[in-house]
């Protein structure tokens, strides 16, 4: 019996990306995109003046999707992982 959970402690090890590494990287896109909100949020009367709405607005489009992508790639990452963890339960 402890060879097969240490067999499966292993092959988790090896299989599972550093989550906590994945979280700062989720952390820092999440603070980009916060930051460029609250970018538009303060610069709103010159961003109307120059007419830069557009140009914001891809920004944090561009901020928005890479958060996304991140977090569905932990997603897909761990419902992959799920049953392996079942399995020898």
Known sequence: MF????GT?????AVTPAFGRLAAIE??????YRAGMGRV???A?????????SRERDILTT???KLIKHVNSIY????????CNYFWC
Request: proline share 3%; glycine share 10%.
């Open 3 to 6: 060879i097969n959970y240490y």
């Open 9 to 13: 402690v292993t092959i988790l090890r």
């Open 27 to 32: 952390a820092r896109l999440e603070g980009e």
């Open 41 to 43: 949020g303060r610069e």
């Open 45 to 53: 009367e010159e961003v109307a003046f120059y007419d830069g709405g």
């Open 63 to 65: 901020l928005y999707l």
């Open 76 to 83: 897909r990452v761990c419902s992959s992982l799920l049953p």
